[in-house]
């Protein structure tokens, strides 16, 4: 790789950085082929990346960018997750090292909040941006349906007793 390729390389990192919500650093420990593809594969699914980079060249990257307190965990045989939404690329990765022992959770950063590997793992359990969305679609939707039940409730209730009465008199 030379001087050029470096500092493009730099740049992408410098320009992902800017954009994401939240990194994770992985420790390789021989991941083969397959399972890094597979990785790969999932984290794109749930809109992350997983890229392999050198360190000295993730620490140029992070200068000036709020995960600059990543700076300590980047090194070894590291890899980097990154997502737009502050808890996909955490739950790929931790889901993966779940059933995987070759990967390793080191921490990350969510923004300025540097995180350790157990709070990760706790970032990993909460619900990504689109299960929140769902959740409070569901709860602006319920009051409209419980309203709804609650208007047309006493109607049936005087049709019941209204039945009951007609069944009393044909009796």
Request: proline residues 3%.
């Amino acid at each position: 790789m030379d001087r050029s390729q470096k500092s493009e390389a730099v740049a992408q990192l410098n320009a992902t950085f800017n954009e994401v919500g939240v990194v994770v650093v992985t420790r390789n420990l021989g991941l083969s082929v397959a399972q890094s593809t597979d990785l790969r594969a999932k984290m794109r699914d749930a809109g992350a990346s997983y890229k392999v980079a050198k360190n000295r060249l993730a620490k140029l990257a992070i200068v000036e960018t709020d995960y600059s307190g990543l700076d300590e965990m980047l090194i070894g045989p590291t890899a980097l997750a990154s997502s737009v939404d502050p808890v996909a690329a955490a739950k790929v990765a931790v889901e993966f090292a779940k059933t995987n022992d070759k990967l390793e959770i080191v921490g990350g950063s969510m923004g300025t909040q540097v995180l350790d590997a157990a709070g990760i793992k706790a970032l990993a359990s909460m619900p990504s941006l689109d299960e929140l969305r769902g959740r409070l679609v569901g709860l602006l939707n319920a009051p409209a349906t419980k309203i709804a039940q609650l208007a047309t409730a006493p109607a049936a209730k005087l049709a019941r007793v209204f039945g009951a009465y007609a069944a009393k008199e044909a009796a």
